[in-house]
């Protein structure tokens, strides 16, 4: 037995007294929708990135409550910039919503990070849950690299990730999740991590399903490496790969980088939707730092072979 999982294809700105951030265009924020209006917003982030001279910038930046941004940076002259995600409160409770809106004009160059794990404690009552919608022009360009998703005693979290490409866009985003651990050195027992993700391919005439990622992780008797699932192991690691550029044979080299790790690792490629091609690699492992290293070797090798990047070295506080 192992987690359900399917992947199913048709195929910083400073702020003010009250948390807001200012930015030289203000974003309007959205009111709240029926479908949160029972939950509350602990926080909301939006970001639109637009390239000017070669170099990406923020157009808009808002955020409230607990999720905020560092001032960007730039880790080479390509042009990326680098934003981080800071949740002040430091973990994720019963109930939380948090809402991230990104959108990523065209040429623009983006790559969103954490500054640290998410962590997801007891949720006595209801779930937490993330909100995250994603949206990418012509020629963007986007690295999402969180730092691992840690589940505690008694967690349970959902995870709801919309994406929409064009046929022009690149995508690199990894996670992973990993049980907590008790000062005794035994594992926490969460309840459940739903992660669900959706990618879609926008053309002249409307858009097409590429990817619709599902990843439920459900222990039995809230024992994550309980006998008979995920293989004995306890760790999950994702990647998602959405390029013009993705075929058999790079699938093939992400794979046998895979072998040079302590984990069990497949990857799956979607069809090609309006000439854009998607990639799930998943592995699975007793190790975050293993992991790590395997998602590292991953991306670095996309990084040198796509945009003559070195791998990322970031250096978080």
Same mark, same amino acid.
């Given at each position: 037995?192992?987690?359900?999982?399917?992947?199913?294809?048709?195929?910083?700105?400073?702020?003010?007294? $009250?948390?807001?951030?200012?930015?030289?265009?203000?974003?309007?924020?959205?009111?709240?929708?029926?479908?949160? +209006?029972?939950?509350?917003?602990?926080?909301?982030?939006?970001?639109? &990135?637009?390239?000017?001279?070669?170099?990406?910038?923020?157009?808009?930046?808002?955020?409230?409550?607990? &999720?905020?941004?560092?001032?960007?940076?730039?880790?080479?002259?390509?042009?990326?910039?680098?934003?981080?995600?800071?949740?002040? $409160?430091?973990?994720?409770?019963?109930?939380?919503?948090?809402?991230?809106?990104?959108?990523?004009?065209?040429?623009?160059?983006?790559?969103?990070?954490?500054?640290?794990?998410?962590?997801?404690?007891?949720?006595? $009552?209801?779930?937490?849950?993330?909100?995250?919608?994603?949206?990418? $022009?012509?020629?963007?360009?986007?690295?999402?690299?969180?730092?691992?998703?840690?589940?505690? %005693?008694? +967690?349970?979290?959902?995870?709801?990730?919309?994406?929409?490409?064009?046929?022009?866009?690149?995508?690199?985003?990894?996670?992973?999740?990993?049980?907590?651990?008790?000062?005794?050195?035994?594992?926490? %027992?969460?309840?459940?991590?739903?992660?669900?993700?959706?990618?879609?391919?926008?053309?002249?005439?409307?858009?097409?399903?590429?990817?619709?990622?599902?990843?439920?992780?459900?222990?039995?008797?809230?024992?994550?490496?309980?006998?008979?699932?995920?293989?004995?192991?306890? #760790?999950?690691?994702?990647?998602?790969?959405?390029?013009?550029?993705?075929?058999?044979?790079? +699938?093939? #080299?992400?794979?046998?980088?895979?072998?040079?790790?302590?984990?069990?690792?497949?990857?799956?490629?979607?069809?090609?939707?309006?000439?854009?091609?998607?990639?799930?690699?998943?592995?699975?492992?007793?190790?975050?730092?293993?992991?790590?290293?395997?998602? *590292? *070797?991953?991306?670095?090798?996309?990084?040198?072979?796509?945009?003559?990047q070195e791998p990322l070295n970031l250096r978080k506080h």
């Amino acid at each position: 037995m192992t987690p359900s999982s399917s992947v199913i294809s048709p195929w910083a700105a400073p702020a003010d007294e $009250g948390g807001r951030a200012r930015s030289a265009v203000p974003a309007t924020p959205r009111p709240p929708s029926s479908a949160t +209006a029972h939950r509350p917003v602990r926080g909301r982030l939006e970001l639109v &990135l637009s390239e000017r001279g070669g170099r990406t910038i923020a157009r808009n930046q808002f955020h409230e409550g607990a &999720l905020r941004v560092l001032r960007p940076h730039y880790l080479d002259d390509s042009g990326q910039v680098c934003y981080v995600v800071v949740n002040p $409160g430091g973990a994720y409770l019963g109930a939380d919503l948090f809402l991230i809106d990104v959108e990523v004009q065209d040429g623009a160059d983006l790559l969103l990070t954490t500054q640290s794990a998410t962590k997801v404690y007891r949720t006595p $009552g209801s779930f937490a849950e993330q909100r995250m919608a994603v949206r990418l $022009g012509e020629g963007a360009r986007l690295e999402l690299m969180p730092d691992q998703l840690i589940a505690y %005693r008694e +967690a349970s979290y959902r995870q709801h990730t919309h994406i929409t490409v064009r046929p022009s866009s690149s995508l690199v985003m990894a996670e992973v999740v990993t049980p907590g651990w008790s000062p005794d050195g035994a594992a926490f %027992r969460y309840e459940e991590v739903r992660l669900r993700t959706s990618v879609r391919v926008e053309g002249p005439d409307g858009s097409r399903l590429l990817a619709l990622d599902n990843l439920l992780i459900r222990p039995p008797a809230g024992d994550v490496r309980g006998m008979g699932f995920m293989e004995g192991f306890s #760790h999950v690691g994702s990647l998602l790969v959405v390029d013009p550029r993705v075929d058999q044979a790079l +699938a093939d #080299h992400l794979h046998a980088l895979t072998l040079d790790h302590d984990a069990r690792a497949g990857v799956s490629l979607t069809r090609t939707a309006l000439g854009t091609t998607g990639l799930v690699l998943r592995a699975l492992s007793n190790s975050t730092g293993e992991l790590n290293h395997l998602l *590292a *070797a991953c991306t670095s090798l996309l990084r040198k072979r796509w945009h003559g990047q070195e791998p990322l070295n970031l250096r978080k506080h």
